[in-house]
């Protein structure tokens, strides 16, 4: 493991006892004891319910077995809901004269609600649809985006889900930006669909290959048919491929980019997992930048804690002749859960000027 990884690992467990706390003890003891009026959770309960959340997220993200991991990540989600939806409440209850009966009441029918609103919506694949023109191209070309899928996180059969989908979408090139898997035990029987892809498939790196375990992954890749790019690039017909690892620091594109063999004379297009060095980006003439990571926050409030990290977080921003596309992620990372967000199959029609 890199110093790189280390120190964003430990920057994370840092965060954990605080992070489990807000999450999972805080809507318990604030809605117990609003109902009863003042005479909730005893603190020892309270503790109770707080170590036993940081005991199932370390071993979820340290360590693993698949089932205890779902259904950790699933509390986590769930938790999560219940403890904005109380943060809320608390507002709720100093603006207006409303009996803490109704405000727990409220909270839980709304929490409800949501989080069976949010498990139906990550189970949607949206694809989405965008047009750009250049004069460096002669004919149409079709290249459909997919990025952070997250088996591991996600089940073999919504990655069945997602080949089906790509090959209605009759594609002339797939692309990877990262995150196809976020366990070590992914295995190649939850991939093995991929090779049914019926165009060629370009795949980067993303942090949780990184994490995970990036020789097994780039194995994978070759044995599924996917080329993975790894600071190179690859020509087919009019366009050029380029690829490179995602890193932590922000200086990873322009690290590594100008080391990589180009053709100005064609549609330059970048894959890297993270929305960060379009300025590089544009500076060595790519005319369009894939990348994911973001989930455009996942499940909300996070797309805005998401905003504070990266400027752009979702969707296409231009500058000239350049385009930078983010992903909103075509799967979920942790629980099967979305708000405020889609999971996305984006489909990008090259087309002459």
């Known amino acids: 493991m890199t110093a790189q990884i280390s120190k964003t690992w430990l920057w994370f467990y840092s965060l954990l006892p605080l992070a489990c706390f807000f999450v999972f003890a805080y809507p318990v003891i604030r809605l117990s004891n609003w109902y009863s009026a003042g005479d909730g959770l005893s603190v020892y309960h309270s503790l109770l319910i707080w ?15 698949m089932k205890i991991r779902y259904l950790a990540v699933h509390w986590m989600g769930i938790s999560f ?17 409303i009996q803490d009966v109704l405000i727990v009441q409220g909270v839980l029918v709304a929490g409800v609600l949501g989080v069976l609103f949010s498990i139906l919506l990550s189970h949607h ?16 070309y079709r290249i459909a985006q997919i990025s952070d899928v997250h088996i591991g996180s996600r089940q073999g059969g919504f990655m069945r889900r997602i080949v089906v989908r790509l090959n209605a979408l009759d594609a002339d090139y797939v692309v ?12 190649y029987q939850a991939l093995e669909s991929i090779k049914q892809v019926n165009a060629p498939i370009f795949f980067v790196i993303g ?5 995970a375990d990036l020789p097994k992954i780039i194995d994978l890749a070759d044995r599924l048919g996917m080329k993975t790019l790894r600071q190179e690039s690859a020509i087919r017909e009019e366009l050029v491929f380029f690829g490179i690892d995602d890193a932590d620091h922000k200086a990873q594109v322009a690290k590594h980019l100008p080391s990589i063999n180009k053709d100005p004379d064609k549609f330059n297009i970048l894959l890297y997992h993270r929305p960060v060095g379009w300025e590089s980006a544009i500076e060595h003439g790519i005319d369009l930048m894939l990348s994911g990571h973001t989930h455009n926050g996942q499940i909300f409030p996070f797309n805005f804690i998401v905003k504070q990290q990266y400027n752009r977080i979702s969707g296409m921003y231009r ?12 799967g979920t990372w942790g629980p099967c859960m979305r708000l405020g967000s889609l999971n996305e199959i984006t489909v990008f029609e090259i087309k002459p000027k």
């Not at 170590?51 to 077995?65: E, G, L, R």
């Not at 942090?207 to 994490?211: C, F, I, L, S, V």
């Open 176 to 187: 990877v930006t990262g995150d196809l898997i976020d366990s070590s035990t992914v295995d």
């Open 81 to 97: 809901v219940f403890a904005v939806l109380t943060l809320f409440a608390e507002g709720l209850r100093l603006a207006l004269p």
């Open 319 to 330: 500058q000239g002749n350049s385009h930078l596309y983010v992903s909103s992620g075509t």
């Open 207 to 211: 942090n949780h290959e990184r994490y």
């Open 51 to 65: 170590a036993v959340s940081v005991v199932a997220m370390w071993y979820s993200f340290s360590a693993p077995k």
């Open 125 to 140: 694949l949206s694809v989405k649809r965008l047009e750009i023109f250049s004069r460096k191209v002669s004919r149409s």
